[in-house]
Each structure stands twice: as structure tokens, then as C-alpha cells.
């Protein structure tokens, strides 16, 4: 739980919390406000002890193997609509929305860092690549002033680092909260063995796309093979829902369809 002061005296010093911090918007960045970036910030202490409990859902047998355990995950996932979910992209999508985040003209924090995975964090188990929790705009101010090791980069060094990813049998997942682009502050690129997300999404086919209403289909499908290829076998098998992008609530920004080119 919530026990490192000095992060709490570190928020305090508001000066950061008024400072600039892009986050996308239409068709352009514009600087995230104080009361999302201070609703972040608490979401990004809080994570770990979210995931470490959604974890020990995920394990237990009555859960993941009978009928009710997985209604009742269902239900939950449906309930936690405003945590993280993400769009599953190629390398090559992935790699556009770093050329979006860091040529598109907008408010002067942070565009991209680095740093330890928060799912390998959260739960204890660490397995290589164990940096890739790829945080960027004003997610990127966020978990650098968290202080968890994560290190400013630049587009050229994260594009080489999603390649590295990919190589490595990684599915990357552009996320954001609330169901809105305004919030995208991650990308993720994960497994199937250790990533609270994914796990779920296979077993509930949740927090990896949006309400079908509000998705538009995109043309570029998954392609990663190795082991988190139940990821892609999961969302490219399912007709109706490749790969979509979401056109409403905030999400149909110029942003997404640099993109999904
Ligand atoms: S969602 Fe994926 S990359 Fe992000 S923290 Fe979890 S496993 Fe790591």
C-alpha cells in the first residue's frame, strides 16, 4: 500500500503537478491537467498492489477453472473499465505512435521512458527483457518523478528497443485509462506467462480492446510469433475484432491514425 512519504512530499511540491505534461487530444497534444495527472500519479503508486491482487485471482483454481470463477472474473473486468486496456499493434504501429509522440509539436515534458515492467514488479518474477514498461507523454512525467528506475529516451533508442521486444516473442499493447486516448500513457509489450493483463484478456477477452460499438476496424493485424502468441492468436481470431482503433470518446485523434496507417 501507500507507504513511501517521500513520494508523497515529492507530489506536494506542486510545482510539478502544474508543470507541462503533454498528453494527446484531438488533433494535437495539449497538456494534461492537474487533476488527471494527480489521478495517474495515485494509479501509477497504486499499481503494483492492483496487480499483485488481480494476480492471485488469476491463480486460484476455482477461479481460472470453473464456470463461476471466470463469470465472476468477467464481471469484475467489466467493473474496472476505467484501469488500463489496450490496443494490440505491430512493431511497425507501435514505432508511429514514437514518431507521433516525439515529432508532434506540443507542451515540453517528458516523451518517452523506460523502465522495469510493472506486472514482473508487482508480482516478484522477474524474466528477460524485464525493462520494457515503455511509458510515454505525460505517463512518462509520472512514473519518472515515481522515481522506480525508469530513464528518459529518445524515438530512435525506443524503436529499437519494440524490435528487441518483438524478438523476443512480445506483443505490444498501446494502453490508456478511462476508455479515452487522453489517457494513453503506455507501451506495453508483453507475454502470456507473467502479464496481468493478457492473462485476463485470455480468459475473459477483456482490457485488450474497447466496447465493439466504439471500435473501428484498422487494417494491420498481430504478427508475433513466440510465446505470447496466444495473445495474437486470441485477437486476430476473432473476425469482427482484429484490430480496431477507437474513433470516439477521445480516441479518434490524429494520434491513432498515425498509427494505423
Ligand atoms: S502490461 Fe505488459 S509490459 Fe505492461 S507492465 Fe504488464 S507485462 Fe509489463
Not at 87 to 98: K, Y
Not at 117 to 134: F, H, L, N, S, Y
Not at 177 to 183: E, V
Request: aromatic share 12%; with cysteine; net charge positive.
Amino acid at each position: 500500500m501507500f507507504n513511501d512519504f517521500s513520494k508523497l512530499g515529492a507530489l506536494m511540491n506542486t510545482s510539478h503537478l502544474f508543470s507541462e505534461h503533454p498528453q494527446l487530444d484531438g488533433q494535437n497534444l495539449r497538456q494534461a491537467g492537474p487533476i488527471q495527472y494527480l489521478i495517474h500519479w495515485f494509479y501509477g503508486v497504486f499499481e503494483p498492489p492492483i496487480l499483485r491482487a488481480v494476480d492471485i485471482l488469476l491463480t486460484r483454481k476455482w477461479i481460472k477453472d470453473t464456470a463461476f470463477g471466470r463469470f465472476l472474473l468477467k464481471q469484475i473486468a467489466r467493473l474496472s473499465w476505467y484501469f488500463p486496456h489496450g490496443l494490440i499493434v505491430t512493431t511497425e504501429a507501435a514505432g508511429r505512435m514514437v514518431d507521433f509522440v516525439i515529432n508532434t509539436e506540443g507542451p515540453k515534458g517528458a516523451r518517452i521512458a523506460v523502465g522495469p515492467c510493472v506486472c514482473q514488479r508487482a508480482i516478484g518474477t522477474w524474466q528477460e527483457p524485464c525493462k520494457k514498461d515503455m511509458v510515454v507523454l505525460y505517463g512518462a512525467d509520472i512514473y519518472t518523478h515515481l522515481n522506480l528506475g525508469y530513464e528518459l529516451i529518445d524515438g530512435d533508442q525506443a524503436k529499437a528497443l519494440l524490435k528487441q521486444y518483438a524478438a523476443a516473442g512480445l506483443v505490444h499493447s498501446i494502453d490508456f485509462c478511462m476508455q479515452s486516448g487522453k489517457w494513453t500513457f503506455v507501451i506495453c509489450s508483453c507475454d502470456t506467462e507473467i502479464c496481468v493483463p493478457a492473462r485476463i484478456y485470455l480468459l475473459t477477452g477483456r482490457f485488450f480492446t474497447l466496447d465493439r460499438k466504439r471500435l473501428y476496424r484498422i487494417k494491420k493485424n498481430v504478427s508475433a510469433p513466440g510465446p505470447a502468441a496466444g495473445v495474437s492468436h486470441a485477437v486476430s481470431s476473432e473476425p469482427t475484432r482484429k484490430i480496431r482503433t477507437a474513433r470516439s470518446h477521445g480516441i479518434a485523434t490524429n494520434a491513432w491514425d498515425a498509427v494505423f496507417v
